[in-house]
C-alpha cells in the first residue's frame, strides 16, 4: 500500500489535509504524480511545479513543501506539503 498524506499550512496552522492511498503496481514516481493530481482535486488547486529544489527535498526526506513560486496562480495560503507516510 502506498499512501500520501498532504496539508495546506497558512501561519503554521493546518488548514486542511489528505490522505491519499494508491494500490496500483504503477512506479513510486507515477504513485506520486497521481496522488498530487488527486490532492490538487480535491483541494480544487493546479499542479504544483516541480523546482529542483522540491526534487532534491523529496528524494531526501520523502516529503516536500510546494509554495507560491510553484504555482502559477496565487494560492490563499502559505503551502502545501506532501509526505509519503507509507510504501509497498
Given at each position: ?46 499542479k ?41
Open positions: 500500500m502506498f499512501r500520501l498524506w498532504a496539508k495546506l499550512f497558512e501561519n503554521n496552522h493546518m488548514l486542511r489535509d489528505t490522505v491519499i492511498c494508491d494500490d496500483s503496481n504503477e512506479t513510486r514516481t507515477h504513485k506520486v504524480f497521481h496522488s498530487i493530481e488527486e490532492v490538487c482535486y480535491q483541494f480544487d488547486l493546479g504544483p511545479i516541480w523546482l529542483d529544489a522540491n526534487v532534491t527535498e523529496f528524494q531526501r526526506h520523502s516529503k516536500a513543501r510546494f509554495r507560491q513560486d510553484n504555482f502559477i496562480e496565487k494560492i490563499p495560503f502559505d503551502y502545501l506539503e506532501i509526505q509519503i507516510i507509507e510504501e509497498d
